[in-house]
T-cell receptor
C-alpha cells in the first residue's frame, strides 16, 4: 500500500525555524496536507498544497514540494512554544482517503 | 476554515454497554465523513468512510457490526460502539470532506472523543 514517512521528533529553540520533513510513495498524490495535533485534541488543518505547485507560503508557514523526489516539507519561521505539538503529513490522490504519516513531535524550548 | 464538532468529548462506560458518538459539520455540508481511531502516540487509523444516504465502507479488519455508522444527513454522522469492551478504549476522531472553490478537497477534523471502557 501507499506509505508516508516522517521523522518522529524535532527539537528547536524558540525563535528558530523548524523544518519538518515527509516523504511519500504514491506517485498519483494530488493533495498533500499538514495537520497539527495538540495533546488530547483533534487535528487542525494547517495548510495544504496541490501536486502541481512546488511552494506555498502562509504567514509563518512555508510548504515545499519536490514531486520528483516525493518529498514534502513544512517550515515554521520564528517558532514559538505554542507551536509544540505533533505534526502529521498526509496525502490523497483525490476522491480517496487520506494516508497519514506517523507524526513528528515538535518540541520548542524557551 | 470549516468547523467539525464531536459529541461527547469524553465518555466512560461499563463493559457491555453501547456508546454513540456524533460528528457534525457546522458550517458546510459533507456528503462524506470519515471515522478514525488513534492509539496513544500513534497515527490515525481509518476505520470507515461514511457516505450520506448509503452504507458506510469499512476498512479491512474493522467489524461493521461492532462499529455502527449512520450518516443520516449532510451534516451528521454517528458512530455507535456496540457492546463496548476495554480494548475498544481509544481516541475516536471524525473528519468531514469539504471542497473549496478551486476544486481542492480537504478533510476537516473534529476535536475527538476519548472513550474509556471499564
Amino acid at each position: 500500500g501507499e506509505d508516508v514517512e516522517q521523522s518522529l521528533f524535532l527539537s528547536v529553540r524558540e525563535g528558530d525555524s523548524s523544518v519538518i520533513n515527509c516523504t511519500y510513495t504514491d506517485s498519483s498524490s494530488t493533495y498533500l496536507y499538514w495537520y497539527k495535533q495538540e495533546p488530547g485534541a483533534g487535528l487542525q488543518l494547517l495548510t495544504y498544497i496541490f501536486s502541481n505547485m512546488d511552494m506555498k507560503q502562509d504567514q509563518r508557514l512555508t510548504v515545499l514540494l519536490n514531486k520528483k523526489d516525493k518529498h514534502l516539507s513544512l517550515r515554521i519561521a520564528d517558532t514559538q512554544t505554542g507551536d509544540s505539538a505533533i505534526y502529521f503529513c498526509a496525502e490523497t490522490s483525490g476522491y480517496s482517503t487520506l494516508t497519514f504519516g506517523k507524526g513528528t513531535m515538535l518540541l520548542v524550548s524557551p | 476554515g470549516a468547523v467539525v464538532s464531536q459529541h461527547p468529548s469524553r465518555v466512560i462506560c461499563k463493559s457491555g454497554t453501547s456508546v454513540k458518538i456524533e460528528c457534525r459539520s457546522l458550517d458546510f455540508q459533507a456528503t462524506t465523513m470519515f471515522w478514525y481511531r488513534q492509539f496513544p502516540k500513534q497515527s490515525l487509523m481509518l476505520m470507515a468512510t461514511s457516505n450520506e444516504g448509503s452504507k458506510a465502507t469499512y476498512e479491512q479488519g474493522v467489524e461493521k457490526d461492532k462499529f455502527l455508522i449512520n450518516h443520516a444527513s449532510l451534516t451528521l454522522s454517528t458512530l455507535t460502539v456496540t457492546s463496548a469492551h476495554p480494548e475498544d478504549s481509544s481516541f475516536y476522531i471524525c473528519s468531514a470532506r469539504s471542497w473549496d472553490r478551486g476544486g481542492g478537497e480537504t478533510q476537516y477534523f473534529g476535536p475527538g472523543t476519548r472513550l474509556l471502557v471499564l
